[in-house]
């Protein structure tokens, strides 16, 4: 389904935007998270064509979705509590909180980014109710980038081709099984993001 | 675990408040809901003895705890309405109506009953955070009744013999888990009860 991953430098020469926001991310992780979003960028790439969303927000909100992920959580924290103190994403486990702080540090550090970028970066982990078409791409480009191999990813990978919705729907039900095994807090926002794809999905 | 069900006329010879509450419950059911009903007062009866419950209440509780499932939709809805028509139970699925319509009638019908038992049928379905001793026997007792032969069952009647807390974590897992595999909505209660009983069995 995807084309080998490459270097943003060879896939975009002479487009010093994508260059110099890959070049952001890449500095702010390890090796093996930028393994990882290179691999979101290339199934957001084509999930994006696939579906008619804006190819190359798409690629710009790939490259930055996981910028905070490698952060401590003091800096995570800090990030979103100096935004505001009173987030209730702070009251959530903390692996959700880098999606809040990735938006927040996004949204002022590349200021060619817009509303729908941020979005889609915050809320890549647990979706929302009404998502939008480029937050539906990223989030599930993040769970079929060619570097994961969980049970029933390829269900999802072909699902994705057709339905984003479906996709996000089996995702979503995946996390939701995942923390259920492995006796970990379940973010209600996770379910409500499902509970309103099973809605899309299968109406009335 | 459980001794044989037996007719409450019996079970109860000379205590007219429990004859009646039965036959009260009784009255608004079908054969197999009283069947149900009947298992679920027996498992009630064992979890109070065993964990230092209320047994009176607990057998209170569980003979009533259905007492709303029969109704018709529209009846249940209505019961609510008049209470508060804005209740927000109303928009979550009507599957999880009963639960509230009967906590309203038992309120007003049996006025021997107090708040722990309105309380234990109120959350008998989706639980709560912050569950009382009482609201723990009847939402467990639902789950493990003899007429209950779900896959896993019996780790649940096994656990809830040691643990009402553990129970409940696999009782309400269960549930999220077949709502998931059956394509249905998944009541945020549900899955804040399940934090919060995983919050009291793995702390820290």
Redo the contacts between chains.
């Keep these: 389904m995807f084309p080998p991953i490459q270097d943003p430098e060879i896939w975009h020469r002479g487009d010093e935007q994508l260059i110099g926001i890959a070049a952001y991310a890449k500095a702010q992780m390890t090796d093996k998270r930028w393994r990882h979003t290179q691999g979101v960028v290339v199934a957001a790439h084509v999930l994006a064509h696939r579906h008619g969303a804006d190819v190359r927000k798409a690629t710009i909100a790939a490259y930055v979705h996981d910028v905070a992920k490698c952060w401590s959580l003091e800096q995570m924290r800090a990030r979103i509590a100096a935004h505001d103190a009173h987030d209730p994403i702070l009251d959530a486990p903390p692996s959700l909180w880098h999606a809040h702080a990735g938006a927040l540090a996004v949204h002022c550090d590349v200021p060619s980014v817009d509303e729908d970028i941020v979005n889609a970066v915050k809320y890549h982990t647990s979706g929302r109710v009404g998502m939008g078409l480029l937050e539906k791409v990223v989030c599930v480009a993040d769970y079929i980038e060619p570097g994961r191999h969980f049970e029933g990813v390829d269900q999802i990978r072909s699902e994705a081709l057709h339905s984003l919705d479906r996709a996000l729907l089996l995702g979503l ?1 995946h996390t ?2 995942s923390l ?1 095994a492995e ?4 973010y ?1 926002q996770t ?2 993001s ?2 309103d794809m ?2 899309i999905v ?1 109406p009335g």
């Design positions: 039900s939701i099984r259920l006796h970990k807090h379940i209600e379910v409500r499902r509970n099973l809605r299968y």
